[in-house]
């Protein structure tokens, strides 16, 4: 996903003014959604290849759990689309307000949890009406060159998020009433270790496996454990580089990495200490046109095309292809 010095984080709740008050440790996340929802079967004639609007710049995407709707948000606009998998019709769900919409996740409330890129923003919106729920303004004066939050990851008790220019992930506490988060939640966590910035885009997807989260940086190629929660990171040891690395996919052992430019999915093993990984195998797709974040319906893979070597414009094409579930 695309889009030093960090100030410190100010968050409001759809027009509260309060400032966080973040509590001093978050606990370590206990689970994390399926990578795969409990799906009833595509038809067979469920297209592979669906067209988005015209214009319409994708970067995130979320699925329900019947597995039949896939959301997802234009990093140029803010605007955000269904799409019905069985059939490849798109309908508008929020409309473009100029907050980018980055990586996203979806609970089981139907809540949309939308990354906001360079904004400094993340929000929460309704998947049924497009109602903003919630508005949290993570850096106090973003810019372009100083933050890019970039994607997230839902765990039991927490929604998480990345920032591709700084060393810190956003932990957004996910409240046990079900209700919705507000400033009180909200917490900075610095990331320490073996983790160091760099030129370019750093950590950009991120997944969980219950107990810990992994991140991948994109202009290293690296890959990263990060112990909650002190947010000590360990690089991972892998055979192959993720270069452009995106959007990961954690299911069980097997991590799904989406990389950019090189057009490829990359399938690896994790072992069980979490910090050695073996390739299982490398897809390369005539379709993929620098595809960035990962969803999984049953047995495939949704991955929308960011086309970021294009200029975007009221006509380019933009595309969501799907592809068998490897590994």
Same mark, same amino acid.
């Given at each position: 996903?695309?889009?030093?010095?960090?100030?410190? =984080?100010?968050?409001? %709740?759809?027009?509260?003014?309060?400032?966080?008050?973040?509590?001093?440790a978050p /606990?370590?996340? $206990?689970?994390?959604?399926?990578?795969?929802?409990?799906?009833?079967?595509?038809p067979? *004639?469920a297209?592979?290849?669906?067209? !988005? /609007?015209?214009?319409?710049?994708p970067?995130?995407i979320?699925?329900s759990?019947?597995?039949?709707?896939?959301? @997802?948000?234009?990093?140029?606009?803010?605007?955000?689309?269904?799409?019905?998998?069985a059939?490849?019709?798109?309908?508008? %769900?929020?409309?473009?307000?100029? $907050?980018?919409?980055?990586?996203m996740? !979806?609970?089981?409330?139907?809540?949309?949890y939308?990354?906001g890129?360079d904004?400094?923003?993340a929000?929460?919106?309704?998947?049924?009406?497009?109602?903003?729920?919630?508005?949290?303004?993570?850096?106090?004066?973003?810019?372009?060159?100083? #933050? @890019?939050?970039?994607?997230?990851?839902? #765990?039991?008790?927490?929604?998480? !998020?990345?920032d591709s220019?700084?060393?810190?992930?956003?932990?957004?506490?996910?409240?046990?009433?079900?209700?919705?988060?507000?400033?009180?939640?909200?917490?900075v966590?610095?990331l320490?270790?073996?983790? =160091?910035?760099?030129?370019?885009?750093?950590?950009?997807?991120?997944?969980?496996?219950?107990?810990?989260?992994?991140?991948?940086q994109?202009n290293?190629?690296k890959l990263?454990?990060?112990?909650?929660?002190?947010?000590?990171?360990?690089?991972?040891?892998l055979?192959? *580089?993720?270069?452009?690395?995106?959007?990961?996919?954690?299911?069980?052992?097997?991590?799904?990495v989406?990389?950019?430019?090189?057009?490829?999915?990359?399938?690896?093993?994790?072992?069980?200490?979490?910090?050695r990984?073996?390739?299982?195998t490398?897809v390369?797709?005539?379709?993929?046109?620098?595809? $960035? #974040?990962? =969803?999984?319906?049953?047995?495939? %893979?949704?991955l929308?095309?960011?086309?970021?070597?294009?200029?975007?414009?009221?006509? $380019?094409?933009?595309? !969501?292809?799907?592809?068998?579930?490897?590994?």
């Amino acid at each position: 996903m695309r889009r030093a010095g960090l100030a410190l =984080a100010l968050v409001f %709740l759809a027009g509260c003014s309060a400032p966080a008050q973040p509590p001093a440790a978050p /606990p370590a996340p $206990t689970s994390t959604a399926p990578a795969s929802p409990t799906a009833v079967p595509l038809p067979d *004639s469920a297209p592979d290849t669906i067209t !988005l /609007p015209p214009g319409f710049s994708p970067e995130g995407i979320a699925v329900s759990p019947a597995g039949d709707t896939a959301y @997802l948000g234009n990093r140029e606009t803010g605007a955000i689309i269904r799409v019905d998998l069985a059939t490849g019709a798109t309908t508008p %769900l929020v409309p473009a307000s100029g $907050t980018p919409a980055q990586g996203m996740k !979806l609970d089981d409330r139907g809540r949309l949890y939308v990354a906001g890129a360079d904004s400094g923003h993340a929000r929460i919106v309704d998947s049924r009406s497009g109602k903003q729920l919630a508005d949290f303004a993570l850096v106090a004066r973003p810019t372009e060159d100083n #933050t @890019l939050i970039n994607d997230g990851v839902l #765990t039991s008790d927490a929604w998480w !998020l990345t920032d591709s220019r700084n060393a810190v992930l956003y932990r957004i506490a996910l409240p046990a009433d079900g209700s919705v988060p507000t400033a009180r939640d909200v917490q900075v966590v610095k990331l320490g270790g073996d983790f =160091a910035v760099s030129d370019g885009i750093n950590a950009n997807g991120i997944a969980s496996d219950g107990s810990s989260l992994y991140i991948v940086q994109s202009n290293t190629g690296k890959l990263f454990r990060v112990s909650v929660p002190d947010g000590r990171t360990t690089q991972v040891q892998l055979p192959v *580089s993720l270069e452009d690395g995106d959007g990961l996919l954690l299911d069980g052992s097997t991590l799904y990495v989406a990389q950019n430019d090189p057009n490829t999915l990359t399938v690896l093993r994790l072992d069980p200490s979490g910090v050695r990984g073996s390739l299982v195998t490398r897809v390369k797709d005539a379709r993929f046109d620098k595809p $960035t #974040t990962i =969803a999984a319906v049953g047995s495939r %893979l949704y991955l929308p095309n960011a086309r970021f070597d294009v200029e975007p414009t009221a006509t $380019t094409r933009y595309t !969501l292809v799907s592809v068998p579930r490897p590994g």
